[in-house]
Each structure stands twice: as structure tokens, then as C-alpha cells.
């Protein structure tokens, strides 16, 4: 059974930093092209970042140079740095493994306010 489990979510001002994490079960993230999706309020979910399998790295234009998007495969753990965060990044972010089938995580909301 997959399971996904992110954390580090939660209140910062604008400028400020978080680091995201995604603990994985049940699937083998070197094997896998994983990835982070966001949520925010009326709005469709968004592709922000993700990895593929040689580690190439791609992101939404609008988080280029503030986010990174990395994996630890021996822990099997995803990472989402976060800088430079603007109110426009709140969302509920989630850990997805991309492809058929796909498997997300139950989310974790990030806010960004003063």
C-alpha cells in the first residue's frame, strides 16, 4: 500500500521560508517520477515542482529561482524548499507520485500573511 505523509506546512510572513517534506511507504522514489502539487482557495490545482527519475528537476514559472524541489532515496523522503514565499503561494500542498497510477498525500496548507 502507498502512502504519502507530508509536513512542515503552516503560518509564515511574506519573504519567509518553509521546507516541506513528503515521507513515502510502499513505493520506491528512485524508481518514480514524484512531484509537488498546490491547492490554494477557488482555485484548480497547480503542478509546482517536480523530479524525474535522473533527477531533472522542473517548475511552474511563477516559483522558479525561490523553490527546490530535491529527494533523499535512502531515506525516500521528497523535499519542497521554499523561499521568498509570497501570499499568493497559500495553498494546500501536496506530494504526488506522477504517472499511472498516481498517489497523493493528504496535504499540508502553507500561509503566507503578515
Known amino acids: 500500500q502507498v502512502q504519502l505523509v507530508e509536513s512542515g506546512g503552516g503560518l509564515v510572513q511574506p519573504g519567509g521560508s518553509l521546507r516541506l517534506s513528503c515521507a513515502a511507504s510502499?513505493?520506491?522514489?528512485?524508481?518514480?517520477?514524484m512531484g509537488w502539487y498546490r491547492q490554494a482557495p477557488g482555485k484548480q490545482r497547480e503542478l509546482v515542482a517536480h523530479?524525474?527519475?535522473?533527477?531533472?528537476?522542473d517548475y511552474k514559472d511563477s516559483v522558479k529561482g525561490r523553490f527546490t524541489i530535491s529527494r533523499d532515496s535512502a531515506k525516500n523522503t521528497l523535499y519542497l524548499q521554499m523561499n521568498s514565499l509570497k501570499p499568493d503561494d497559500t495553498a494546500v500542498y501536496y506530494c504526488?507520485?506522477?504517472?499511472?497510477?498516481?498517489?497523493w498525500g493528504q496535504g499540508t496548507q502553507v500561509t503566507v500573511s503578515s
Open positions: 523530479i524525474t527519475r535522473d533527477d531533472t528537476t
Open positions: 510502499g513505493i520506491v522514489f528512485r524508481f518514480n517520477v
Open positions: 504526488v507520485k506522477l504517472g499511472v497510477p498516481d498517489y
